[in-house]
């Protein structure tokens, strides 16, 4: 698919603070630069990035309504949390609005929040927007620079095991309901690679 982000600035413009849409652009350069590690689509990968938050500034409301619009189906009661249910409503807005019909971005978009658990064949587009979604924060956090050295040397899988026993803390840290996806994610992954506890650890 051809990947002009200017494309899109109409459509995004109204939707996101400039913040989150600094943040956007941000995701967009690292899902270039993991597009070549995975070897993956590298607009498609772009694409995915740009979008993948087109939802994310929208209000509690305004996201029901087109969860709703969209026959957005909820599984687990947590998926009506924003932090979640941006995704799903995001994935509807850029097929609508923005004339996205390339299925895998639309997953990706969909699945990013972990609303889903990525294990179907277009998985490591949306393990690599997971991924990149937190390594292009406005600013670093700690731990930024481990995940970071693990997604691009092609260790996805322990990336996505670091990033989904972060993510449970910080949620938890938080208040946020964790999604049953993120622990099986921790569960399925540990079984896989048994890391130790010190695995965990930031730096």
Not at 56 to 84: G, K, T
Not at 143 to 164: F, Q, T, V
Not at 171 to 193: C, M, W, Y
Request: a negative charge; charged letters at 25%.
């Amino acid at each position: 698919m051809d990947f002009r982000p200017d494309r899109y600035s109409a459509f995004l413009t109204p939707l996101m603070m400039p913040r989150r849409h600094q943040h956007s652009l941000g995701v967009m350069r690292v899902m270039g630069d993991l597009s070549e590690v995975y070897d993956l689509d590298t607009a498609q990968a772009m694409t995915a990035g740009l979008l993948h938050d087109a939802a994310r500034d929208l209000p509690l409301d305004d996201l029901l309504a087109l969860a709703r619009e969209a026959r957005i189906a909820f599984s687990h009661p947590a998926e009506a949390h924003p932090i979640y249910l941006h995704a799903p409503v995001g994935a509807y807005l850029v097929k609508k609005d923005a004339g996205i019909s390339d299925p895998s971005v639309l997953r990706a978009i969909a699945a990013h929040s972990h609303v889903d658990p990525a294990d179907d064949s277009d998985g490591m587009l949306t393990q690599c927007l997971r991924a990149a979604d937190v390594l292009a924060p406005i600013s670093d956090w700690k731990g930024m620079a481990r995940l970071k050295s693990l997604a691009y040397a092609g260790r996805m899988e322990e990336a996505a095991l670091l990033h989904a026993g972060w993510l449970v803390e910080h949620f938890q840290n938080e208040g946020i309901p964790v999604h049953p996806h993120l622990h099986d994610t921790v569960r399925r992954l540990s079984a896989k690679l048994g890391p130790t506890e010190a695995f965990f650890e930031r730096w």
